[in-house]
């Protein structure tokens, strides 16, 4: 293990840094850098749940790998909390991603080399970026974790064939309240509380009587100004062309850098990471990147133990001390 107590330079935080998208969207990050002079290899991450919880966390991964010579970016998601735009998750991600990975290779404090880390969506954006053919040429490796590398059958139809409603509309209830109070729109907001039991958590916001609502097509219209995109996934059954972008095992011919697959046995994501592992291994076009496919898999959940640490993961079963991992080892 690392002597995680030396680090080798003081941090200094930069809020609020703009990039403008190819299509004239203005998207914000924070971001840390190491206070010495030089430039510095950059981790970026891209979310949609708000950049403010991680500059709020001075123990996090952002101002960690910041001491330890690193420039970090976190960036929210078009359409998410700083950044402007309309939200439509993951399908823009494909080129936003393209587009930040390349903006932050010219940052001041940048040499130009970048590499991409986070967990959950935060992993998805880095799977989306192999959407793009060419892949961003300022992009050297990859570390999703506990991510899906197929959109259809991971996040929106079960193994491809029934659809996730109990997750879908939850999530786009979730996020679309940040929509509203961005747009000012009480009326709307005022509206999904007839929905929303706000007893619940982020997994489970709906009342129960919403839970048994059918059919599911009514959620297109209840949801058509707070998500739009909801009425895409309920067309879109069939895994086909509409799904392809940002389907991982589609894009794998073309992928080209090393990445670093992390999941867990118990997570929700698991066929997807190793799926998309697979894939790269199997079909990419480059050699040095079918030879620098690495995965990692362990006997944890979704969150656990990347963001508390555990030997158990899900349940009452303790898989023993090896089953702890420290995540920033490992990445580093």
Known sequence: ??????????????????????????????????????????????????????????NGSNAFFARFGYVTVMQDCRGRFASEGDYN??????????????WAARLQWANGRVGTCGQSYLGATQYAITGNDPMPPSLQAMAPVSASSDFHQSWVYHTGGASMWGWLV?????????????VGRQDLLAKLDEYV????????????????????????????ETAPYFADYIREVNDGPFWQPINLNVQAPHVSVPILH???????????????????????RFPQARANQKLVIGPWAHLFPFVVPTTG???????????LIDLHELQL
Do not use: C
């Open 1 to 58: 293990m690392r002597d995680y107590a030396r680090h080798q330079f003081g941090v200094i935080l930069e809020k609020n840094v703009p990039m403008t998208t190819r299509d004239g969207v203005t998207l914000y990050a924070d971001v840390w850098h190491p206070d010495a002079p030089g430039t510095f290899p950059v981790l970026l991450s891209r979310t949609p749940y708000g950049k403010e919880s991680a500059a709020q966390n001075p």
């Open 89 to 102: 998750p993951l399908f823009q991600e494909v080129t936003d991603g393209y587009d930040a990975v390349e």
């Open 170 to 182: 939850p999530y786009a209830i979730f996020k679309g309240r940040n929509t509203l109070e961005r």
């Open 197 to 224: 039991d706000p007893a619940t958590n982020f997994s489970m916001p709906l009342k129960n009587g919403w839970f048994r609502h059918r059919p599911i097509n009514d959620w297109i219209d209840l949801l058509k």
């Open 262 to 284: 992390i999941s867990s046995w118990y997570d929700i994501f698991l066929e997807g990471a190793l799926n998309g592992f697979q894939s790269i291994r199997s079909t990419s």
């Open 313 to 323: 993961g899900t349940g009452d079963i303790d898989f023993g001390p090896e089953a």
